[in-house]
């Protein structure tokens, strides 16, 4: 059979292979390894994974990439981002190195709401333009799925600006980028004292004018003491249930105040951060299927003492994913890598769990694990040639890329120098 591109000779590729499903428990430590292995690639799907041997004997091809010596995973799926902004924050970064919190500095009128103007003054040939650079170096960082973010306009017009940004970008960028629409992000300063008049904005206008526009898949809210409460949120998801969309959650970031019961209440896909979750919270995500997904960068940004208890969760089965939370905030981490160690190290997952947690346990937590997450027949040839001596390597290594090529769809969109 011809195909259009095979790899020949990896020493390993780790599938993450999970039958087109999330891995829970002790199947997040198998990585689904192949060794000398090779891969047929034709329409920019995965035709065949198998011994390097039995892929050159049984196709022709129009390229041949040989990866000797060299590790293949998954591309990784970035499941919570929000790079759509103008200005990036590192003022804050420093205020909270003299000690001021997240919240204290949002509570003065930094934060979110210090987002909000320079977006409504931008177009969205701006927004765009200021986010090319940014996504890009996502690639280079392996990302070839990402999901990213509204909730920097807070008024109907300028959170549709945004979402058509995000579509401008999945149009013109080579990976596949998700819109999620977060009007709920924060109150807008001048209805910080008039909550049910910005829910009221959100409810009548915002969610209606985002399904006639029919570009955001998802639903986000911030739920979190100084922002939605849990009544606020569930009014607001609700709503956006309702109108069709799929329900995500910003939950017990920082203090634990029934986001991730609200979660599993709402049916929500994932509930994301949890950094505060209950042990209840816990117990009724697993039984309502939410998925946690982990944003350990954000609470290593914010000097958190304490970090999501991801070792319970997957202990307790939860299929536990993570990602970078990219936002010029809380955490300008972009790279999947980097959020891999710090799992690792601060969570206790082990390298192949955080590999797991990266890649098709986060596309479960975008309702794409049919096509991308894992190296299997049938789905997407999204991938990563590393040069690197084992998996291992990816979360003990702090800094440089080890990256030598990133593909999407069988084509490469990133190439080391
Ligand atoms: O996920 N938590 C809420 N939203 C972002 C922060 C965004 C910002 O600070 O600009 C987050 O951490
Ligand atoms: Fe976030």
């Known amino acids: 059979m011809k195909v259009d591109t095979v790899i020949i000779n990896a020493r390993e590729i780790a ?11 002790k199947e997040m430590s198998d990585a689904g390894i192949i060794k000398n292995a090779g891969i047929a690639i034709k329409d920019g799907k995965i035709i065949e994974i198998a011994d390097s041997k039995v892929i050159e004997d049984k196709y022709s091809w129009d390229m041949m990439i040989d990866a000797s010596g060299k590790i293949i995973t998954p591309g990784f799926v970035d499941s919570h981002s929000h790079p759509v902004f103008v200005h990036t924050r590192e003022d804050e970064f420093a205020m909270r190195l003299e000690g001021k919190s997240y919240v204290d500095i949002a509570l003065a009128g930094g934060g979110i709401r210090s987002s ?21 170096k996502m690639i280079a960082l392996g990302t070839t799925t990402l999901e990213a973010k509204s909730g920097y306009g807070l008024t109907t017009e300028s959170e549709l600006k945004q979402l058509r940004a995000i579509q401008k970008l999945d149009d013109i960028m080579p990976i596949d980028i998700i819109p999620t629409f977060m009007g709920a992000h924060e109150y807008p300063a ?13 409810i009548e206008e915002m969610i209606p004018a985002v399904m006639e ?17 849990i009544e606020e949120s569930r009014r607001i998801l609700s709503a956006a249930k309702e109108a069709g969309l799929q329900l995500k959650m910003h939950a017990d970031e920082i203090e634990s105040i029934g986001g991730a019961e609200l979660a599993a209440e709402m049916g929500c896909i994932s509930a994301d951060h949890l950094g505060a979750a209950s042990d209840e919270g816990i117990k009724a995500m697993k039984e309502a299927g939410v998925i946690p997904v982990l944003l350990p960068a954000t609470l290593f940004s914010l000097r958190s003492k304490t970090y999501a208890r991801g070792r319970k969760m997957i202990e307790e089965g939860l299929p536990v994913a993570i990602a970078t939370d990219y936002n010029p905030g809380s955490c300008n981490c972009d790279s999947m890598p980097l959020t891999m160690s710090i799992a690792s190290l601060q969570m206790g997952l082990s390298p192949v769990e955080s590999l797991c947690a990266a890649t098709i346990n986060a596309a479960c937590a975008l309702g794409m694990e049919d096509s991308v997450g894992s190296l299997e027949a049938g789905k997407l040839a999204d991938l990563i040639i590393w040069d690197m001596p ?28």
């Open 15 to 25: 599938t993450v292979s999970s039958g087109g499903k999330a891995k829970y428990g």
């Open 116 to 136: 909000i103007a320079s977006v409504l003054a931008a177009s969205e040939e701006e927004l765009v333009e200021l986010s090319i650079p940014r996504i890009e």
């Open 190 to 202: 001048e209805y910080k004292d008039d909550h049910e008049a910005f829910i009221k904005i959100l």
């Open 213 to 229: 526009q029919g570009i955001a898949k998802f639903c986000d809210i911030f739920t979190e003491a100084h922002v939605y409460s």
């Open 390 to 417: 084992s998996l291992n390597f990816i979360p003990y290594h702090l800094g440089s890329s080890h990256i030598l090529r990133v593909m999407k769809r069988g084509k490469t969109i990133h190439l080391a120098q």
